[in-house]
Nanobody, 119 residues
Framework: QVQLVESGGGLVQAGGSLRLSCAAS????????MGWYRQAPGKQRDLVAT???????NYEDSLKGRFTISRDNAKNPVYLQMNSLNPEDTAVYYC?????????????WGQGTQVTVSS
């Protein structure tokens, strides 16, 4: 089994910063692409950013410049640095990863971490 464990969420005032972390644990060969998604109350889950094992990144356009996704080469974990936060960033943030095991690639989700931005 593979688990994605997120950390770093919490309550922050508008204009502040948070750094989320996500690490995969379990038995696997390799963690491929990883990403962050978020879901606000009553809304669908949306892409925040993704990063491949070779470091190629992709962001939701409106978040470019404020959010930065990173990882150490192809290693675990993946980070999301969030700056200049505003109340509209309030959501549950989910980690996602493609993991190679048993000769196949499986997609996994973390349990989510709450980010609340107060005005």
């Amino acid at each position: 089994q593979v688990q994605l464990v997120e950390s770093g969420g919490g309550l922050v005032q508008a204009g502040g910063s948070l750094r989320l972390s996500c690490a995969a644990s379990g038995i696997f060969v390799r963690v491929n692409a990883m990403g962050w998604y978020r879901q606000a109350p009553g809304k669908q889950r949306d892409l925040v950013a993704t990063i491949t094992a070779t470091g190629i990144t992709n962001y939701e356009d409106s978040l470019k410049g404020r959010f930065t996704i990173s990882r150490d080469n192809a290693k675990n974990p993946v980070y999301l640095q969030m700056n200049s936060l505003n109340p509209e960033d309030t959501a549950v943030y989910y980690c996602n990863a493609d993991v190679s095991r048993l000769g196949l690639t499986f997609n996994y989700w973390g349990q989510g971490t709450q980010v609340t931005v107060s005005s």
